[in-house]
């Protein structure tokens, strides 16, 4: 099988290439993302593989089905970024790592929790230039709080438990409650308007898009933190930044923006910042915004490599896909 691999940065050939030669796998790797631009190159391949930030809208479906390729590759576990109805259509099967290491994004968000509430990040340049004032750094004891958990799956679950050794209370809002977890479920609005801590765990569907807007957070306690590590789109940027006006916020950290494409993953250091939303809260004080990488650890990055090259070793050798993503419809 040969596989035209988008968006390559040096971490992904750690795995990826020698894993490849044990499934008599060839990859080519191109470091142009995904787009309606580049999709042309994957003529001649029997697969694709992408990440998050790449995408493939029902043209770019159809034109791999005229290549005659045969299955799409996630190397990642959302897949809101793929018209999945489309490739069905043309029966061309979606394969996605449903999960990695959900410990490592929550491990992740809780970094960020800590970093954005004790305000680490900036005490660290602050002495490094020997400024050892801590003035404007106080933050907040998170033993007793509450903290929100937005979506009780995988990473949710992982969270939950991080948070309870914080000595934290849970809320959590999930419509498929997992009766197993020893969490008071609560409606969404009565986890926004009890918590002190925020934390989205949710994928990003029809239903979850822009969960937190104006009237979302005007519901919030004030001084809350809001954590995102799942996907920019759950958040209304600009409803965000009114917030962050308003000092609704006592910190917000972000690992997922919704403009996140074509500026995450990449220098813009020398370039000129065009997305205004993004400038403006780069300037928060009390705003962390880091570039989608809560799945980052050796355990997790070794991981994608093996399950997606399982997953295409069973489209080689017609094994059944496990990892499957079907359309809605199907999927209910
Ligand atoms: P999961 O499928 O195990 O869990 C998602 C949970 O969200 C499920 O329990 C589901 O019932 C729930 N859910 C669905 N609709 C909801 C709604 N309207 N409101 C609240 N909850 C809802 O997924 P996971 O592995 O826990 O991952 C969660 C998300 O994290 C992914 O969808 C992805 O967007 C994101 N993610 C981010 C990174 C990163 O590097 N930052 C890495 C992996 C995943």
Not at 87 to 109: K, M
């Given at each position: ?176 409650p997992n009766n197993r977890l020893d969490v008071e479920y609560v409606s969404i609005e009565t986890a926004f308007q009890k918590s002190d801590v925020i934390t989205l765990h949710c994928p990003l569907t029809p239903e979850t898009k822009h969960i937190v807007q104006a009237k979302t957070i005007e519901l919030m306690k004030e001084d809350v933190y809001l954590i995102n590590t799942s996907r920019g789109d759950l958040i209304r940027t600009e409803d965000l930044i009114e917030g962050l006006l308003n000092k609704k916020f006592a910190g917000v950290a972000l690992d997922v923006y919704d ?74």
């Amino acid at each position: 099988m040969k596989i035209a691999f988008y968006s390559t940065k040096p971490y992904d050939k750690i795995y990826f290439e020698p894993m490849s030669k044990d499934y008599d796998i060839d990859i080519h790797f191109f470091e142009v993302p995904c787009c309606e631009e580049t999709i042309l190159l994957t003529k001649g391949y029997d697969a694709l593989c992408i990440f998050v930030n790449d995408y493939l809208n029902e043209k770019m479906v159809h034109q791999l089905a005229e290549f005659g390729v045969k299955v799409i590759l996630l190397r990642c576990a959302g897949f809101n970024n793929v018209d999945i109805k489309a490739a069905a259509q043309c029966e061309i099967p979606v394969l996605r790592v449903p999960s990695y290491s959900p410990e490592a994004v929550a491990e992740f968000a809780m970094a960020l929790l800590l970093t954005v509430n004790r305000y680490t990040h900036r005490a660290y340049t602050r002495t490094r230039d020997f400024n050892m004032n801590i003035n404007g750094f106080m933050g907040t004891d998170l033993h007793g709080k509450t903290a929100g958990v937005i979506g009780t799956g995988r990473i949710g679950q992982a969270m939950i438990n991080i948070l309870k050794g914080f000595g934290m209370k849970i809320v959590a809002y999930d419509p498929y409650p997992n009766n197993r977890l020893d969490v008071e479920y609560v409606s969404i609005e009565t986890a926004f308007q009890k918590s002190d801590v925020i934390t989205l765990h949710c994928p990003l569907t029809p239903e979850t898009k822009h969960i937190v807007q104006a009237k979302t957070i005007e519901l919030m306690k004030e001084d809350v933190y809001l954590i995102n590590t799942s996907r920019g789109d759950l958040i209304r940027t600009e409803d965000l930044i009114e917030g962050l006006l308003n000092k609704k916020f006592a910190g917000v950290a972000l690992d997922v923006y919704d403009e996140e494409g074509g500026v995450f993953y990449e220098d813009r250091s020398n370039d000129i910042i065009y997305d205004q939303n993004l400038a403006r809260l780069a300037t928060f004080p009390n705003v962390l915004i880091t570039s989608h990488m809560g799945f980052f650890t050796k355990e997790a990055v070794r991981a994608i490599a093996e399950v997606t090259l399982a997953n295409a070793d069973a489209v080689q050798k017609g094994l059944p896909l496990e990892n499957i993503v079907l359309p809605p419809n199907d999927a209910d």
